[in-house]
Nanobody, 126 residues
């Protein structure tokens, strides 16, 4: 069982930056693929980033590539998402999630994620 708690969301002006953090409990955290997702009101949750088990490989959605950087610190049971050059369209609730099986690596397959945080709101003003 893994519990995930996000933090770091808030209000920022367009062009600004935020760093989201996700604290995880669980002894096998280092074996999990971690993902970041966002969800706007009335829309489906979308994956924006994935980090491999060892943290060496990442995958990003086209809409955030070059602006967002996801990373994992297994020693601290933490996963992060640095978000730069934020745009109003990035306004969403952001969730971290863990894929315990990790058999599909950093491919974007949201249904494989077993554990989810409660989400943190990011609002980007124009």
């Amino acid at each position: 069982q893994v519990q995930l708690v996000e933090s770091g969301g808030g209000l920022v002006q367009a062009g600004g930056s935020l760093r989201l953090s996700c604290a995880a409990s669980g002894q096998t955290f280092s074996t999990y693929v971690l993902g970041w997702f966002h969800q706007a009101p009335g829309k489906e949750r979308e994956q924006v980033a994935a980090v491999s088990r060892n943290g060496d490989n990442t995958n990003y959605a086209g809409s955030v590539k070059g602006r967002f950087t996801a990373s994992k610190n297994s020693a601290k049971n933490m996963v992060y998402q640095q978000m730069n050059s934020l745009r109003p369209v990035d306004t969403n609730v952001y969730y971290c999630a863990a894929d315990a099986d990790s058999s599909c690596g950093i491919a974007f397959i949201p249904r494989l994620y077993d554990y989810w945080g409660q989400g943190t709101q990011v609002t980007v003003s124009s």
